[in-house]
């Protein structure tokens, strides 16, 4: 029997500016900078983690900031479009309220028979707040600069743009286990089979080529495997179905695979656990530089090449 998943576990993007990022994410969206850490695969540049209260799955946004002198992507085919976050109904005009507060443009929107909020982050990389009964799995950071009544509820979904439906349609039914639920204005809806929180993906077609990795673009879209048992499976079922994944590897915080899906969006797959408190206090995360065990001999290096980033600054009277 194929696992399943129950929908999103991270979403991983390309920043320039760190401080710009982490200033962002932390004192206006209100996100708990809850690891800093470095990209394992290229350690000269941080890997930074935002996400609710304790950093649980399907509430993490994460940025490899390549600085101000970073490449810029170009959005195109193949690529994440748009992050969505989940927010009570209640709080739609305090969104939008304080985002214009802050000078960020927003859009209004109706789209099956929810209120959306779409705004950019300072890199261009687009984002929505959708208006979302039910219940939630996200822990409210309870020392943030947002009111827990308010506070970002862990992901909606993302929107992934495509030449072409149906190849990445038929990975999200026949491999992720996702139903299509609605079709409206070239845009399609699939919720995931087990899901709940942030189990929905909406697919477009764009006619814009292959778009190009850099800043302001998304990197890839993980989603949650529930045990690192299960990992065998997935690769089994993907390689089924024409596939290339690879082999597990170990992010300290949780085990991965990753695999490009035919419309040309890069796909992790990720373990709940072991979590972010492995190497941390809770009452601490993401207030030191924290690398894994290989190379922490090299540390003086790294921290030399990495940007200038003191954390996120908070307004205190926010």
Do not use: C
């Amino acid at each position: 029997m194929a696992p399943e998943t129950p929908g999103l576990h991270h979403v991983t993007a390309i920043a320039g500016d760190p401080q710009r990022n982490a200033d962002f994410y932390v004192d206006t969206l209100g996100l708990r900078l809850v690891k800093r850490t470095v990209n394992h695969d290229d350690p000269g540049t941080y890997h930074l983690y935002f996400g609710d209260g304790e950093g649980t799955p399907g509430t993490n946004i994460t940025f490899f900031p390549w600085t101000d002198e970073g490449r810029p992507g170009q959005f195109g085919a193949g690529q994440t479009k748009t992050t969505a976050y989940r927010v009570p109904p209640a709080s739609i005009d305090y969104w939008r309220d304080r985002l214009e507060s802050r000078n960020v443009a927003v859009d209004r929107e109706e789209r099956f028979g929810e209120t959306v909020l779409r705004f950019e982050d300072p890199d261009g990389i687009e984002l929505e707040l959708v208006a979302t009964e039910g219940a939630t799995d996200a822990t409210p950071w309870t020392e943030g600069p947002v009111p827990t009544e308010h506070q970002l509820r862990g992901f909606h979904g993302v929107t992934l743009a495509v030449d072409s439906v149906d190849a990445t349609a038929a990975v999200l039914t026949d491999v992720l286990g996702y139903d299509l639920e609605d079709e409206a204005d070239g845009r399609r809806r699939y919720r995931a089979a087990a899901g709940g929180p942030g189990s929905t993906v909406d697919l477009v077609e764009t006619d814009l080529g292959r778009g190009r990795m850099g800043v302001g673009t998304v990197h890839h879209v993980a989603f949650t495997v529930e045990s690192v048992e299960e990992q065998e499976a997935w690769r089994e079922v993907f390689a089924d179905h024409g596939l290339s994944p690879t082999e597990v590897i170990d992010r300290k915080y949780f085990q991965s695979i990753y695999v490009r899906e035919p419309g040309g969006v890069l796909v992790e797959m990720a373990t709940t656990g072991p979590g972010f408190a492995v190497d941390e206090d809770p009452a601490e995360l993401g207030s030191e530089l924290v690398l894994p065990e290989r190379l922490e001999d090299e540390r003086e290096r790294i921290e030399a090449q990495l940007p200038s980033f003191e954390g996120p600054t908070v307004d205190a009277g926010d």
